[in-house]
T-cell receptor, first 114, second 114 residues
Framework: QQQVKQSPQSLIVQKGGISIINCAYE??????FPWYQQFPGKGPALLIA?????SEKKEGRFTISFNKSAKQFSLHIMDSQPGDSATYFC?????????????FGPGTRLSVLP | DSGVTQTPKHLITATGQRVTLRCSPR?????VYWYQQSLDQGLQFLIQ???????AKGNILERFSAQQFPDLHSELNLSSLELGDSALYFC?????????????FGPGTRLTVT
């Protein structure tokens, strides 16, 4: 119940294409869903986050879509660029009890070809 | 550069030993979070301190402990080290005491236990 599933494990996209990464969770106590971007040799960085009271959030080329009934959320990267090549992690958090309920997905390695 | 500093960058030690990892948060940030990133376990939240007090405890082993000092820097102490403790250890800081505040990650300390 604590697991967050993330797919695909790796993704190769042509420059200008759309990158889509999916995550699914089980624990209905989760109420905050951030995405992190991590470049090799660096720490993760918060990319975008969503709460379950909205179905979509967009920031620039990055969009989170959230389906509460299906307990799924996804990251869409529009007009993907080689500079977007990184590992992306989704996370699911119970903000009132995140000591016990703060789970990361296993990560997706994105490569954007020039 | 996130403004969060971690030392040392690399650490190699033997099983059974004890090490201390240090983190200095961004100027003005009161919260420090510690994370472990390993091939086996992925990213895991370990513990959070806010203004010197423990705020939330995640998947932190009993052999591990942390503290935050009056100058707000934090140390993560790892003792009785095992091979499986080899990982990247990140700290992150934020201005507030809850996860709604954006966290800024440091570059990490790579621990190798031989």
């Amino acid at each position: 119940q604590q697991q967050v599933k993330q797919s695909p494990q790796s993704l190769i996209v042509q420059k200008g294409g759309i990158s889509i990464i999916n995550c699914a969770y089980e624990n209905t106590a989760f109420d905050y869903f951030p995405w992190y971007q991590q470049f090799p040799g660096k720490g993760p960085a918060l990319l975008i986050a969503i709460r379950p009271d909205v179905s979509e959030k967009k920031e620039g080329r990055f969009t989170i879509s959230f389906n509460k009934s299906a307990k799924q959320f996804s990251l869409h990267i529009m007009d993907s660029q080689p500079g977007d090549s990184a590992t992306y992690f989704c996370a699911a958090i119970d903000r009132d009890n995140y000591g016990q309920n703060f789970v990361f997905g296993p990560g997706t390695r994105l490569s954007v070809l020039p | 550069d996130s403004g969060v500093t971690q030392t040392p960058k690399h650490l190699i030690t033997a099983t059974g030993q004890r090490v201390t990892l240090r983190c200095s948060p961004r100027s003005g940030d009161l919260s420090v979070y510690w994370y472990q990133q390993s091939l086996d376990q992925g990213l895991q939240f370990l513990i959070q301190y806010y203004n010197g007090e423990e705020r939330a405890k995640g998947n932190i082993l009993e052999r591990f402990s942390a503290q935050q000092f009056p100058d707000l820097h934090s140390e993560l102490n790892l003792s009785s080290l095992e091979l499986g403790d080899s990982a990247l250890y990140f700290c992150a800081s934020s201005v507030g005491n809850s996860l709604i505040y954006e966290q800024y990650f440091g570059p990490g300390t790579r621990l190798t236990v031989t």
